[in-house]
């Protein structure tokens, strides 16, 4: 095989796996994960033999598809707050940026909100980065609270349960909500109120340059 | 028919009905929901026929286990907050409680984790009460915060991910997580850090006079 058709099989292999990984995604977010390959197949476009090139089963692609929102969240994450000092404001602003993300990537959110609570002990996405920073915080003397564990506790799954707040009332303020959350959620780890809500108050990078529209689920 | 036999055959559809939500309680806990309504009147001991003497779907079977675990708790928590009245003590007894209660019942809590999020904004069990605590509670001049709805976000979030952490680390101490934890919220919703350890540290009823051991799911 040419260099050039091995390239154009790499790709559209690829391209096959993005959008087995892409329907799963969808059918995580409408909680719809008692389907058949064969239905997966078809909602992605792609044929049932090429399904096990990819993935072992469904399970397995579910996992992946999980994985994936995880991974671009953190990622994204690490991007907003690079060149950030202070770790109660890079705390703050990937908690005020998820926030919103709810309303922004709703697939993504609901991926999200659909495996819940174990997302916020889980080695990928936000969880680690929240806990680095938590302790970061206190070593540097930012934070007070007792214990990093539980504080990662309280903000992820506040964090979480923000999201079925904004999904269930489509009316209320996220970037208002993320932020008081956020302000709230300071002054449970040592910041006093006016510096926490002052940190809540900073200018945030536009999401629009950030997210390409195809990056939602 | 005899009022007799009326009577048992009425004892009798209770206990095949409470035998397929017991299996369904177990299944939910188990995340293994993605199975035959055969398999589940297997688990339960019943006969397939009598699953639709009581349920037209498996996804109605599903809902109403979880619909009677939050039931359960929230009457439970009725009855250890009889008689308080300070609005921020039955607030912080019913937190320092529920997050004993994901040892004690582990069933239950699973199933709780596994509807995560959504079971916040509920209508049934912790989530109306603890907004009805919280309200009162800012009516009252013992809570500060802003915004009720967002109080409650963080507390069910904060105390379902407790459950998570206490399901992963099974050496730690799910008396003193919840208490520091319920300290902390009632920190965040404007009570001073001393009165809100020590509202923590007050005598708690014992959950095993109010717990019998069927209960759990």
């Not at 953190?74 to 993300?101: K, N, Q, S, W, Y």
């Not at 564990?149 to 992820?156: D, F, P």
């Not at 970037?175 to 945030?204: H, K, Q, V, Y």
Request: overall charge negative; glycine content about 6%; hydrophobic content about 45%.
């Amino acid at each position: 095989m040419s260099e050039q058709a091995a390239s154009r099989l790499d790709r559209r292999r690829a391209r096959t796996r993005a959008a087995l990984i892409g329907a799963a995604q969808e059918l995580l977010a409408e909680d719809r994960t008692n389907v058949s390959v064969l239905e997966i197949t078809q909602a992605a476009d792609v044929g049932l033999g090429s399904f096990y090139n990819h993935f072992d089963s469904k399970e397995e692609l579910f996992q992946a598809a999980v994985d994936q929102v995880l991974e671009a969240h953190g990622e994204l994450m690490d991007r907003v707050t690079e060149g950030i000092d202070d770790p109660a404001e890079v705390f703050a602003r990937a908690f005020r940026l998820t926030g919103r993300l709810h309303r922004r990537l709703p697939g993504a959110s609901r991926v999200m909100l659909h495996h819940g609570p174990e997302l916020i002990m889980s080695d990928h996405g936000l969880a680690p980065r929240a806990l680095r920073d938590i302790k970061a915080a206190l070593e540097a003397g930012r934070f007070t609270t007792a214990d990093p564990e539980l504080a990662l506790v309280a903000a992820g799954g506040a964090v979480l349960a923000l999201g079925q707040l904004l999904h269930d009332q489509p009316d209320r303020d996220e970037a208002a909500s993320a932020d008081a959350l956020t302000a709230d959620l300071l002054r449970m780890f040592g910041l006093d109120a006016a510096e926490a809500e002052e940190i809540c108050r900073r200018p945030l990078p536009d999401l629009d340059e950030l997210i390409a529209p195809a990056s939602d689920a």
